[in-house]
């Protein structure tokens, strides 16, 4: 059984679509959060929520829109695409707020062309 | 907000030999630090962890120090194998931060046969 799960694990897409990536973990943990992964390898936190209300928010672009429909889910729409934006999305959870063990997905590739 | 420094960005290694990553921290009030490892086409996975009341930690070939007063901690792997070869991140939190924990910029591995 996976815990994080992420859809899709890659997505090409042209500049200025819009697009949606899911994730679902079925762990039980409260707290939800998206990372943008660079080129660089470079891991910085997006989103956080917890019980499906948002709780941090980074300075993202308001072009991305995260919802959280039930505590297990968390998607991540985007709207107009651009080239920066193209990096590995990754999703995880975690049982309390901040400090404690966070469990990631496999990431999802998004290349904007 | 915290800021996390790792060092080196890169490190190579004889299979055998050790291994150590360092990173430091800026929030004194940080209280959990832990160290994920990520494959290639993968997400970070937590190897160990320490929290502030502990200076060190070991499970098996994988050990964690912490200085609280310098405000670092490091990642030591003994008798390395080339399955060690990936990215290390360090992060630090505190539970007060709902739940952002902040990561290093990531160290990449490369253990030689």
Request: proline residues 4%; neutral net charge; aromatic residues 10%.
């Amino acid at each position: 059984d996976t815990a994080v799960s992420q859809t899709p694990k890659y997505l090409v897409t042209q500049m200025g679509n819009d697009k949606s990536i899911k994730c679902e973990q079925n762990l039980g943990h409260d707290t939800m959060y998206w990372y943008k992964q660079d080129s660089k390898k470079f891991l910085k936190i997006m989103f956080s929520y917890n019980n499906k209300e948002l709780i941090i928010n980074e300075t993202v672009p308001n072009r991305f829109s995260p919802k959280s429909p039930d505590k297990a889910h968390l998607n991540l729409h985007i709207n107009s695409l651009e080239l920066g934006d193209s990096a590995v999305y990754f999703c995880a959870s975690s049982l309390g707020q901040g400090n404690t063990e966070a469990f990631f997905g496999q990431g999802t590739r998004l290349t904007v062309v | 907000g915290e800021n996390v420094e790792q060092h080196p960005s890169t490190l190579s290694v004889q299979e055998g030999d050790s291994a150590v990553i360092k990173c430091t921290y800026s929030d004194s009030a940080s209280n959990y630090f832990p160290w994920y490892k990520q494959e290639l086409g993968k997400g970070p996975q937590l190897i160990i962890d320490i929290r502030s009341n502990v200076g060190e930690k070991k499970d098996q070939r994988i050990a964690v120090t912490l200085n609280k007063t310098a405000k670092h901690f490091s990642l030591h792997i003994t008798e390395t194998q080339p399955e060690d070869s990936a990215v290390y991140f360090c992060a630090a939190s505190k539970v007060t931060n709902a739940g952002k924990s902040t990561f290093g910029d990531g160290t990449t591995l490369t253990v030689k046969p």
